[in-house]
């Protein structure tokens, strides 16, 4: 491990580093701030970062460890926030001009447990504007001239780029997996109500969930299991089974996997060079592991506009207001949203909400036959162009109906990266992460 590589240890390894005495956290730390450094004038990814904090904290692990004192699993790890999540010693602006210096007075229950766990909080990364559609000043570390997708861009390109290791991100549509496609890392969106939201700019309740990125899947387990404890607050919360992540992960598994190849009612909107990537990796994974391409029901075939009624619903209630108050700060696109979020009626947002069991009902077939299903992450590689940050075509879906999905920089499309995504049942974050290891392990060539 070299003073110049350590920016690319991922936690894991950091974290085994720390307990041989190869590496310090000032040491790591140091790394991804000289990183950041380097990089900021391209990358963008950040909003808020204190460097002297950062390296205080970690002399402090550090000298705990040398002492011998307990320490917590993520002890001396650098962590990113998505600035849409509280934290009482950093801004949290929402990615808006409207809260700008906004400081929170506590932090959110995500950041609290992380914390509590040892790990640092390095700073505030970008969202968009209100963790909607408004771009924020982020680029694509491939490509400074593509998008890196939103809304947790700045935490995607962080980690992609080896700023830090672990960054939070939020999904209400496909504000994580799609990120994580354009920017070529591991973005993990659990099942809802794995881990709290209180804390976190609310924008829709039955849809909004808190994840993360990482550079491999062991670390999304780390991170997943240092922010999931019960939290009585956030009454989406599931009380459920809520043990170790990262014990599972490691163990082989028992059988090849069998595997649901599923194009979804999105399918003829991606690229096309997407479109033969995502067939050619589902083929390549046969014998190793049984792939079967599997139709949806036809009723999923405006199951995408079932979940822009909750989002645009939700947007139209809790950001409303706030753009009626702000006119000249509220971008053009958001307004847009609010007007058409407020045509919908209580019947037509209950009634969405009532279509969620049937379909998910109708999927436990395949949920029951196969370990995972995979699909594509995105319609393609990232956009040209800062001015959008991409369609959530193929994961409001998912989404919508609770379940955990994970995107894994397997692809390539036009000299970019671009995701696979395998989604599962709800409540298997565990047996889907187990799936992701394995497919991570994987060489494929186009």
């Not at 005495?21 to 000032?26: E, R």
Request: hydrophobic fraction near 45%; charge should be negative.
């Amino acid at each position: 491990m070299m003073q110049t590589s350590l920016d690319q240890l991922t936690a894991t390894e950091a974290l085994r580093g720390f307990a041989s005495g190869k590496i310090t956290s000032v040491q790591l730390v140091s790394a991804c701030l000289e990183r950041i450094r380097a990089r900021d004038d391209a990358v963008r990814a950040w909003v808020n970062i204190d460097e002297e904090s950062a390296i205080r904290k970690a002399k402090a692990v550090d000298s705990a460890r040398e002492q011998g004192a307990a320490l917590g699993p993520l002890a001396g790890i650098p962590v990113g926030i998505k600035d849409i999540i509280d934290t009482v010693d950093f801004p949290t602006e929402y990615g808006s001009q409207i809260f700008a210096g906004r400081r929170p007075s506590a932090d959110a229950f995500v950041v609290s447990q992380l914390r509590a766990r040892g790990a640092i909080i390095l700073g505030k990364t970008v969202t968009t504007e209100l963790a909607f559609f408004g771009p924020g000043k982020t680029r694509n570390p491939h490509n400074e001239n593509h998008t890196p997708g939103g809304s947790s861009s700045g935490s995607a390109a962080a980690v992609a780029d080896d700023q830090v290791p672990l960054a939070l991100g939020t999904q209400t549509a496909g504000s994580i997996i799609r990120p994580a496609s354009y920017c070529g890392v591991i973005g993990f969106k659990p099942t809802f109500g794995r881990a709290s939201r209180i804390g976190a700019l609310p924008q829709s309740a039955p849809l909004d969930t808190i994840g993360g990125y990482a550079r491999s899947v062991e670390d999304i387990a780390l991170l997943m299991d240092a922010i999931s404890a019960f939290d009585p607050g956030d009454r989406d919360m599931s009380s459920g089974d809520r043990s170790s992540l990262s014990a599972v992960v490691s163990e082989p598994l028992a059988r090849p996997l069998r595997i649901a190849f599923v194009k979804s009612p999105s399918w003829p909107t991606a690229d096309a060079a997407a479109r033969t990537q995502y067939e050619l990796f589902a083929a390549s994974l046969s014998p190793r592991a049984e792939v079967v391409e599997t139709p949806l029901p036809a009723d999923f075939e405006g199951s995408l506009r079932l979940q822009q009624i909750i989002q645009f619903s939700d947007i139209a209630r809790n950001y409303g207001p706030i753009a009626d108050e702000n006119p000249g700060r509220v971008s053009a696109k958001l307004f847009e949203i609010i007007a058409e979020g407020r045509t919908f009626s209580s019947a037509d947002y209950v009634a969405a909400r009532a279509e969620r069991e049937p379909l998910y009902d109708l999927l436990r077939p395949i949920l029951v036959n196969y370990d995972a299903i995979l699909t594509p992450a995105a319609p393609g590689a990232a956009l040209k162009g800062l001015t959008a940050t991409g369609s959530p075509a193929f994961n409001a879906l998912w989404t919508y109906l609770g379940m955990p999905c994970i995107s894994l920089p397997l692809l390539e499309a036009d000299g970019l990266p671009l995701g696979v995504q395998l989604t599962g049942a709800r409540g298997n974050d565990a047996g889907l992460l187990q799936a992701a290891l394995w497919l991570m392990t994987l060489k494929f060539k186009a």
